[in-house]
């Protein structure tokens, strides 16, 4: 695998041209020693492919850059291997390789993409976070890219419906963008989720490689959820892909003045599902009575109780978005002791609870 390490990670040859190589050398190794005039010959390589080869020949040390690849935990998974995910298989422009922290999405399991705007409003944040709860609770993994706003809540629902959620970066799956999200990150991984890119280890995040990991997001789902995007958003970008891949695309309806709602909108106009409830999704998709031993559980009405002052305040400063110990303090103007014994007792209540280490939402 090494040598397949090597011939993956040249970002300046395209997928394709890597694919060619591997299949006229018959593997990455015989590759890795090809002679300048042999190269130069190949018909599907031009001179600045061919530069681009001889510069990763001379300046990779193979073997040890795949033992780092190893200690840090992260899988190769080929095209042409047999993990690799069937759904990307059937892509005109799929990824050629896969570069994976813990799982992938099984194969055997329903995907659903949870998408939207990065300053989204409480309304998206709250649906993402019920939608993606109540899939989750059905046995539905859920998709997304990390990012801030809507990506992060449908991450947090999955996690809250105690199933499983992977993430799609546009950077190295060592590198946690945006870094706040680094709890939610491990959450992920300790939940039996995983972190999947096809950029390199090491590589920062760039604002190209974000249209292209979306291809990646839609392309593991069989449905895509848009929460909230504006008329131009990379959420769009994402639902076009869904549909050039023959994907089912829902949005979820807004006011017509809210510009965060106006691509939601829009989709709905041009056909788009609507969003009215997680349940009538899960039938639309004929996963009612097929996941949840064969119906799908109510709301319970909220429990009436009468909180000591200090719960209260806390309780009221706690919401669905997750918020930080720090920051309950800071809203409340309690004392730590009191913030954390308040917290406590909330979580053992049912109230609240803790989504990551310190940070919680409520119940």
């Not at 390589?45 to 681009?52: G, R, V």
């Not at 046995?139 to 449908?154: E, T």
């Not at 031993?293 to 009405?301: A, D, E, L, Y």
Request: contains cysteine; neutral net charge.
């Amino acid at each position: 695998m090494e040598y397949e390490y090597w011939l993956a990670a040249m970002e300046k040859l395209s997928g394709r041209k890597k694919y060619l190589l591997r299949q006229h050398m018959k593997s990455a190794k015989a590759a890795y020693y090809i002679e300048e005039t042999e190269l130069e010959r190949l018909s599907f390589l031009n001179e600045k492919d061919c530069h681009t080869i001889k510069q990763a020949q001379k300046s990779w040390d193979v073997h040890a850059r795949y033992e780092k690849l190893c200690r840090q935990g992260i899988r190769l998974v080929l095209v042409f291997d047999e993990k690799y995910p069937k759904r990307l298989g059937q892509l005109s422009d799929k990824p050629y390789a896969l570069y994976v922290k813990g799982e992938m999405p099984e194969e055997c399991s329903c995907g659903a993409a949870v998408v939207g705007a990065r300053r989204c409003t409480p309304y998206g944040e709250k649906h993402a976070c019920e939608f993606a709860r109540r899939l989750s609770e059905c046995g539905v993994q859920i998709i997304s890219g990390l990012a801030r706003g809507i990506d992060g809540m449908g991450h947090r629902g999955a996690l809250l419906g105690k199933g499983k959620t992977f993430a799609v970066m546009g950077n190295g799956v060592d590198v946690c963008y945006p870094r706040e999200h680094i709890g939610l990150y491990e959450d992920i991984l300790a939940c039996g989720g995983g972190i999947l890119s096809e950029f390199p280890p090491g590589t920062p995040p760039q604002g190209f490689h974000f249209p292209r990991r979306n291809r990646i997001i839609s392309g593991l789902s069989d449905v895509v959820l848009v929460m909230e995007a504006k008329e131009k958003s990379g959420s769009l970008i994402t639902a076009d892909f869904a549909l050039e891949q023959g994907k089912d695309v829902y949005a979820l309806p807004g006011m017509i003045d809210s510009e965060l709602s106006g691509g939601c909108n829009r989709l709905i106009a041009q056909g788009a599902g609507i969003l009215l409830s997680p349940e009538l999704l899960l039938e639309e998709l004929e996963f009612y009575g097929k996941t949840v031993s064969g119906k799908i559980s109510q709301k319970n009405p909220e429990t009436e109780k009468v909180l000591e002052t200090g719960e209260n305040m806390v309780y009221s400063s706690v919401c669905l978005q997750p918020k930080s110990v720090n920051d309950l303090i800071e809203e409340t103007h309690l004392p730590a002791k009191e913030v954390l014994g308040s917290l406590a007792a909330l979580e053992i209540e049912g109230h609240i609870r803790q989504i990551s280490k310190n940070y919680y939402v409520r119940s």
